[in-house]
């Protein structure tokens, strides 16, 4: 069992910069790749940012450059700063971890919201 705790969502202006952060429990957590995703109002969920265990990283190609996600193993956590806000980032950011194997448990956070005016 993993669980996901995130914060640092909250309200700032286009152009500005969050900083999420996302604890988990258990052990396991520095053998397997974490992501964030998003999920605005109407939207499907997507995927923003993924890290391996490596510390490689993949992007989606709308936050390119502007956000960074990046993994601290000894603390169980996982970050994404998050530069150059758009109007267009305003969503509820999810913590995941995915299975570790084909068809193994996958796990989420219950989510942070950020808005970003204009």
């Known amino acids: 069992q993993v669980q996901l705790v995130e914060s640092g969502g909250g309200l700032v202006q286009a152009g500005g910069s969050l900083r999420l952060s996302c604890a988990a429990s258990?052990?396991?957590?520095?053998?397997?790749?974490m992501g964030w995703y998003r999920q605005a109002p109407g939207k499907q969920r997507e995927l923003v940012a993924l890290?391996?265990?490596?510390?490689?990283?993949n992007y989606a190609d709308s936050v390119k450059g502007r956000f960074t996600i990046s993994r601290d193993n000894a603390k169980n956590t996982v970050h994404l700063q998050m530069n150059s806000l758009k109007s267009e980032d305003t969503a509820v950011y999810y913590c995941?971890?995915?299975?570790?194997?084909?068809?193994?448990?996958?796990?989420w956070g219950q989510g942070t919201q950020v808005t970003v005016s204009s």
């Open positions: 258990g052990s396991i957590f520095s053998i397997n790749a």
């Open positions: 890290i391996t265990r490596s510390g490689s990283t």
């Open positions: 995941n971890f995915p299975p570790i194997v084909r068809g193994g448990p996958e796990y």
